[in-house]
């Protein structure tokens, strides 16, 4: 279990925020003043029921030695798919194991009456993060991107969150960019998390090493072009290696254009960056700028700033504690 980290002075109350990952369960417990007063971290369980059990181990965790009880305090879940209004996931192409359940009844049954349990998509909390008391803070229009093994979304319009009509809004990863592309999880074909994701850049980069032209990469994954991976890229293009950097290069591409299409659609203030990938700035944001700057309408006048997040992994649980804080208000 991690130590305290304060991340804004928010009057919100105590709160249990938890983010479900492909592979990961992180859960915080935030003080009245918005501190990260403990944190914990487990594997994300492959079979449905086991989801909801690994949440309420977190929460445990996180609680342990405090004076409240863990069912009295709001607790907000933050899931990586489509869940509806209710809480009740329709869609999770990475989790599929809890897909036509009832997330939040089922928490519930385990907490007090009345406490309150938010349920919602894990992009969608860590964008209201970010909004809150990240890199997004004072602006009233946001896109949050967060590129991980796919792409999730999260948007602030006017300074409220965009859930939707059904709570689905924030797909973004699924919009066609080709429709001849390689096929997606969600069972279409040339999605942009297809293109622009961690696996995207790994898929762009093993093609790029099968055709010879990556040699660093490949020694890194021992000598086996099929074997590359996203971060072996990454890693080469740190160093400043050219055919490296050239794949980054595409890869910015791919990322700004999707960028470029929501941008015009959206028109935000500014758009945040979150995900491993982002933690490799210096080889992707200086390209990912100048391709956005070509590609989106009227650069000189909506003049976006795109920037990486600042709240790291802890983004998503601490968004979802802070919106099960504010509702139960």
């Known amino acids: 279990m991690g130590q ?48 909801i059990e690994t949440v309420l181990v977190g929460v445990a ?107 689905f809004a924030g797909e973004i990863g699924h919009m066609v960019i080709d429709p001849h592309g390689p096929p997606c999880p969600c069972g279409k074909r040339g999605c942009w998390e297809r293109f622009a994701s961690g696996d995207g850049l790994g898929r762009l980069a093993r093609e790029v090493a099968l055709a010879g032209r990556l040699d660093c990469a490949v020694k890194a994954a021992g000598g086996d072009a099929e074997a590359v991976r996203g971060e072996h890229v990454t890693e080469a293009a740190l160093d400043g290696r050219p055919e490296a950097l050239a794949v980054m290069k595409e890869f910015a591409w791919w990322l700004a254009l999707g960028l470029a299409n929501l941008s015009n ?22 390209p990912l700028r100048d391709a956005f700057a070509d590609l989106v309408e009227a650069p000189e006048a909506r003049r976006i700033r795109v920037v990486p997040a600042q709240l790291g992994e802890k983004a998503g649980a601490v968004g979802a504690a802070l919106l099960a804080a504010q509702r139960a208000g």
Do not use: Y
């Open 61 to 167: 965790q996180v609680t342990e030695g405090a004076s409240e009880r863990s069912s009295t305090l709001p607790l907000g879940v933050g899931f990586p798919g489509m869940l509806d209004r209710n809480g009740t996931a329709h869609f999770c192409p990475h989790l599929h194991s809890v897909d036509g359940m009832d997330l939040r009844q089922l928490l519930a049954e385990h907490r007090d009456p009345g406490a309150s349990t938010v349920v919602l998509n894990d992009a969608t909390a860590a964008c209201w993060a970010e909004h809150s008391v990240g890199a997004a803070q004072g602006f009233d229009d946001v896109l949050m991107v967060t590129l991980g093994t796919g792409i999730g979304g999260g948007m602030v319009v006017d300074g409220r969150l965009l859930e939707g009509a059904h709570g």
């Open 4 to 51: 305290a980290r304060t991340i804004g002075a928010l009057d919100t109350g105590p709160a249990i925020g938890v983010d479900i990952g492909g592979t990961k369960v992180l859960a915080v417990r935030l003080s009245p003043a918005g501190e990260v007063e403990a944190w914990a971290k487990l594997r994300t369980p492959v079979r449905a029921g086991d989801v």
């Open 265 to 286: 659609v959206l028109d935000p203030s500014i758009i945040v960056l979150g995900g491993g990938l982002i933690e490799a700035e210096q080889a992707v944001m200086e």
